[in-house]
Protein backbone atom coordinates (compact mmCIF):
# COMPACT_ATOMS: atom_id res chain seq x y z
CA UNK A 1 0.00 0.00 0.00
CA UNK A 2 1.13 2.92 -0.83
CA UNK A 3 1.51 6.02 1.30
CA UNK A 4 -0.59 9.39 1.37
CA UNK A 5 1.97 12.57 1.18
CA UNK A 6 1.07 13.12 5.00
CA UNK A 7 1.98 9.58 5.92
CA UNK A 8 4.86 9.87 3.99
CA UNK A 9 6.38 12.93 6.17
CA UNK A 10 5.30 11.06 9.44
CA UNK A 11 7.47 8.26 8.03
CA UNK A 12 10.35 10.36 7.23
CA UNK A 13 9.52 12.47 10.84
CA UNK A 14 10.55 9.24 12.52
CA UNK A 15 12.88 8.63 10.77
CA UNK A 16 15.04 11.19 11.36
CA UNK A 17 14.06 10.89 15.37
CA UNK A 18 15.98 7.91 15.08
CA UNK A 19 18.58 9.23 14.01
CA UNK A 20 18.49 11.84 16.17
CA UNK A 21 18.30 9.09 19.09
CA UNK A 22 21.24 7.76 18.27
CA UNK A 23 23.40 10.62 17.76
CA UNK A 24 22.20 11.75 21.26
CA UNK A 25 22.72 8.64 22.86
CA UNK A 26 26.41 8.75 21.24
CA UNK A 27 26.81 12.18 22.47
CA UNK A 28 25.29 11.04 25.96
CA UNK A 29 28.00 7.64 26.22
CA UNK A 30 31.02 10.33 25.23
CA UNK A 31 29.93 13.16 27.76
CA UNK A 32 29.06 10.03 30.46
CA UNK A 33 32.05 8.18 29.82
CA UNK A 34 34.46 10.39 31.99
CA UNK A 35 32.15 9.55 34.99
CA UNK A 36 32.32 6.23 34.23
CA UNK A 37 28.74 5.94 33.65
CA UNK A 38 26.53 5.39 29.99
CA UNK A 39 23.89 7.63 28.48
CA UNK A 40 21.40 4.69 30.46
CA UNK A 41 22.96 5.10 33.36
CA UNK A 42 23.00 8.71 33.58
CA UNK A 43 19.59 8.97 33.10
CA UNK A 44 18.78 6.50 36.09
CA UNK A 45 20.87 8.60 38.18
CA UNK A 46 19.08 11.74 36.69
CA UNK A 47 15.38 10.77 37.71
CA UNK A 48 16.42 10.20 40.67
CA UNK A 49 18.79 12.96 41.92
CA UNK A 50 15.91 14.46 43.81
CA UNK A 51 14.03 11.72 45.62
CA UNK A 52 14.41 7.87 45.59
CA UNK A 53 12.35 6.25 42.56
CA UNK A 54 11.33 2.71 42.66
CA UNK A 55 12.33 1.23 38.95
CA UNK A 56 9.06 0.93 37.92
CA UNK A 57 8.31 4.88 38.20
CA UNK A 58 12.02 5.16 36.71
CA UNK A 59 10.91 3.53 33.95
CA UNK A 60 7.47 5.20 33.35
CA UNK A 61 9.31 8.88 33.64
CA UNK A 62 11.65 7.93 31.09
CA UNK A 63 9.49 6.03 28.91
CA UNK A 64 11.23 2.52 28.93
CA UNK A 65 10.44 -0.99 30.06
CA UNK A 66 10.96 -1.77 33.80
CA UNK A 67 13.10 -4.86 32.46
CA UNK A 68 15.99 -2.48 30.92
CA UNK A 69 15.76 -0.36 33.86
CA UNK A 70 16.19 -2.91 36.04
CA UNK A 71 18.94 -4.01 34.55
CA UNK A 72 20.82 -0.42 34.52
CA UNK A 73 19.76 -0.01 38.63
CA UNK A 74 21.08 -3.36 39.42
CA UNK A 75 24.47 -2.57 37.68
CA UNK A 76 24.39 0.92 39.10
CA UNK A 77 24.20 -1.09 42.66
CA UNK A 78 26.87 -3.36 41.52
CA UNK A 79 28.89 -0.16 40.91
CA UNK A 80 28.19 1.77 43.71
CA UNK A 81 26.86 4.51 42.58
CA UNK A 82 22.97 3.45 44.03
CA UNK A 83 21.68 1.67 46.71
CA UNK A 84 18.29 0.03 47.14
CA UNK A 85 16.77 0.83 50.00
CA UNK A 86 13.09 0.08 51.66
CA UNK A 87 10.16 1.97 50.52
CA UNK A 88 7.43 2.62 53.09
CA UNK A 89 4.09 2.03 50.51
CA UNK A 90 5.93 -0.99 49.28
CA UNK A 91 6.96 -4.01 50.91
CA UNK A 92 8.66 -5.08 47.54
CA UNK A 93 8.81 -2.45 44.92
CA UNK A 94 12.24 -1.10 46.49
CA UNK A 95 13.72 2.92 46.01
CA UNK A 96 16.85 3.17 44.31
CA UNK A 97 18.44 6.32 45.77
CA UNK A 98 22.33 7.43 43.78
CA UNK A 99 25.16 7.15 46.43
CA UNK A 100 27.56 9.90 47.19
CA UNK A 101 30.43 8.35 44.75
CA UNK A 102 27.11 8.52 42.20
CA UNK A 103 26.20 11.86 43.27
CA UNK A 104 29.78 12.88 42.26
CA UNK A 105 29.34 11.02 39.02
CA UNK A 106 25.91 12.63 37.76
CA UNK A 107 27.49 16.41 38.70
CA UNK A 108 30.76 15.45 36.61
CA UNK A 109 28.43 14.27 33.97
CA UNK A 110 25.92 17.49 34.18
CA UNK A 111 29.16 20.13 34.71
CA UNK A 112 30.20 18.17 30.76
CA UNK A 113 26.90 18.03 29.75
CA UNK A 114 26.24 22.39 30.70
CA UNK A 115 29.34 22.68 28.54
CA UNK A 116 27.93 20.85 25.44
CA UNK A 117 24.59 22.19 25.16
CA UNK A 118 25.89 25.55 24.58
CA UNK A 119 28.13 24.85 22.22
CA UNK A 120 25.46 22.64 20.21
CA UNK A 121 22.51 25.85 21.58
CA UNK A 122 24.70 28.43 19.67
CA UNK A 123 24.63 26.34 16.25
CA UNK A 124 21.09 26.75 16.27
CA UNK A 125 18.33 29.20 16.16
CA UNK A 126 15.86 29.55 19.67
CA UNK A 127 13.02 29.37 17.22
CA UNK A 128 14.06 26.04 15.64
CA UNK A 129 15.02 24.53 19.17
CA UNK A 130 11.88 25.79 19.78
CA UNK A 131 9.74 24.00 17.21
CA UNK A 132 11.47 21.27 17.51
CA UNK A 133 10.67 20.99 21.08
CA UNK A 134 6.98 21.62 20.06
CA UNK A 135 6.56 19.09 17.50
CA UNK A 136 8.16 16.05 19.20
CA UNK A 137 6.05 16.56 21.90
CA UNK A 138 3.33 16.71 19.93
CA UNK A 139 4.50 13.34 18.06
CA UNK A 140 4.86 11.87 21.76
CA UNK A 141 1.24 13.02 22.94
CA UNK A 142 -0.21 11.26 19.71
CA UNK A 143 1.79 8.60 20.27
CA UNK A 144 0.81 7.86 23.99
CA UNK A 145 -1.86 5.71 24.98
CA UNK A 146 -4.95 7.68 26.07
CA UNK A 147 -4.60 6.84 29.46
CA UNK A 148 -0.84 7.51 29.81
CA UNK A 149 -1.41 11.14 28.82
Known amino acids: MKLSPRGLAVSELAIEVFRANGAL ?3 GDALARPAGLTSARWQVLGVIDHA ?12 LRRQSVQQTADALVTDGLTAYADNPRHR ?3 LLDPTPAGRRALAEVERAHAVWADALAASLAPSQIAAATAALRALTDALEPEGSR
Do not use: F, H, S
Open 25 to 27: LAA
Open 52 to 63: PATVADIARTMG
Open 92 to 94: RAK
